[in-house]
């Protein structure tokens, strides 16, 4: 991607093309939406989550109390995760689907099944959206048990949480699939099945260039996210799009819409570290979009130079002072503009549908994740 021409097209982060201020908390956004499509998403996935197999599941979770596994934090998140909102993408789904309505080329007596301007096989898409996103959730919290310390718990429990994460999250996918072939349409199926694929293979890529962090770039980044974060929203928008048959415009510009909005979520939460205020120690990941910017910036030798400065006896990275470094050149600025960049061309998707509570918020959304 030519990311340093879409650059001077966005050094102008701070305008909007719309003129209304950005929502600035992201969660009351999210809330405020929830009651445009009529019920809390958060309960979105639970007659799947309180099935009997997963209450089976749960009693066996409570084994891992008093361990780091992963997997406890997924399952605390299923209940109640403000700062994340893991079910933001169904919810997306709804919105877009109450937004763009029903196709009005068509005559088709599925108008009369609408309930407050969504079908059913919207809201069936959400919920499968939500289990494959949670799915996926649950497989990454699979702990790495050469790397295990004294801390994280008895062997035997990690081992076990392993088998938990696996199995469940294979259940919930089992069953979004199952969802999936009953909404009867080949081109969904295809649409989300190739969105499981990106996420499988973003996944893989995540890992494979945390092995090898100087050879990510920022367009390579971006491939990677869209894989890992963005294909799912995307083509989920895309899908919802096409179970209301509406034609080839309107599913692009919902693709476009998750693509950018997913893209711009992202940059947001790599972005926290640093711009947020307060002295409390920083955490991000090396592979975090500002610290790209920063290494291509810096060039790799001095990059190496700087890791080693921050580095303690013990070889360990002091991330406050990596932060001070990285903050030092144009790394956070750049990743900003792009946060911008994503977090526009999301707006600029809205503007071909028809004005109503439901495009408002997707708007929102678009505008708080610009918001810092």
């Given at each position: ?216 770039t920022v367009a390579s980044w971006e491939d990677q996210t869209f894989l890992s974060h963005g294909a799912l929203l995307a083509k989920s928008c895309q899908a919802a799009m096409k179970l209301a048959r509406h034609g080839t415009e309107a599913q692009n510009l919902a693709f ?74 144009r790394g956070v600025n750049q990743a900003l503009d792009l946060c911008s960049y994503h977090g526009n061309k999301a707006l600029e998707a809205m503007k071909c549908f028809p004005s109503s509570e439901a495009r408002s918020a997707l708007e929102n959304m678009a505008c708080a994740?610009?918001?810092?």
């Amino acid at each position: 991607m030519a990311w340093r021409s879409r650059l001077s097209y966005i050094g102008w982060r701070h305008l909007s093309i719309f003129s209304n201020p950005s929502p600035s908390n992201w969660t009351k956004v999210v809330s405020d939406a929830e009651k445009i499509v009529g019920y809390p998403t958060s309960f979105m996935s639970l007659r799947c989550l309180l099935s009997d197999e997963l209450s089976n599941v749960a009693m066996h979770v409570r084994k891992l109390v008093g361990t780091k596994h992963p997997l406890l934090n997924t399952a605390r998140g299923f209940v109640y995760d403000s700062r994340n909102n893991l079910q933001m993408r169904g919810l997306i789904v709804l919105l877009m689907s109450k937004a763009a309505g029903p196709c009005p080329s068509t005559s088709d007596p599925i108008h009369d099944s609408m309930v407050s301007g969504i079908y059913p096989s919207q809201r069936n898409l959400a919920e499968i959206t939500e289990l494959i996103h949670t799915a996926f959730l649950v497989h990454r919290g699979i702990v790495n048990l050469k790397e295990l310390t004294n801390s994280d718990g008895p062997l035997k429990d990690m081992q076990f949480g392993n088998k938990m994460a696996v199995l469940s999250g294979d259940f919930l996918l089992a069953n979004a699939c199952t969802g999936l072939a009953q909404l009867n349409d080949t081109k969904v199926v295809e649409l989300i099945s190739s969105a499981i694929g990106d996420v499988v293979q973003g996944i893989y890529h995540e890992s494979s260039s945390s092995a090898e962090e100087d050879s990510l770039t920022v367009a390579s980044w971006e491939d990677q996210t869209f894989l890992s974060h963005g294909a799912l929203l995307a083509k989920s928008c895309q899908a919802a799009m096409k179970l209301a048959r509406h034609g080839t415009e309107a599913q692009n510009l919902a693709f476009q819409y998750g693509k950018h909005l997913a893209l711009g979520h992202k940059l947001n939460s790599d972005l926290q570290p640093f711009v947020k205020s307060g002295s409390e120690p920083a955490v991000f990941s090396l592979d975090s979009a500002p610290v790209i910017f920063h290494r291509q910036i810096v060039g790799h030798e001095r990059w190496r130079h700087q890791l080693k400065q921050v580095q303690n006896m013990a070889r360990q990275i002091d991330y406050t002072k990596l932060r001070g470094l990285i903050k030092t050149e144009r790394g956070v600025n750049q990743a900003l503009d792009l946060c911008s960049y994503h977090g526009n061309k999301a707006l600029e998707a809205m503007k071909c549908f028809p004005s109503s509570e439901a495009r408002s918020a997707l708007e929102n959304m678009a505008c708080a994740v610009t918001n810092f």
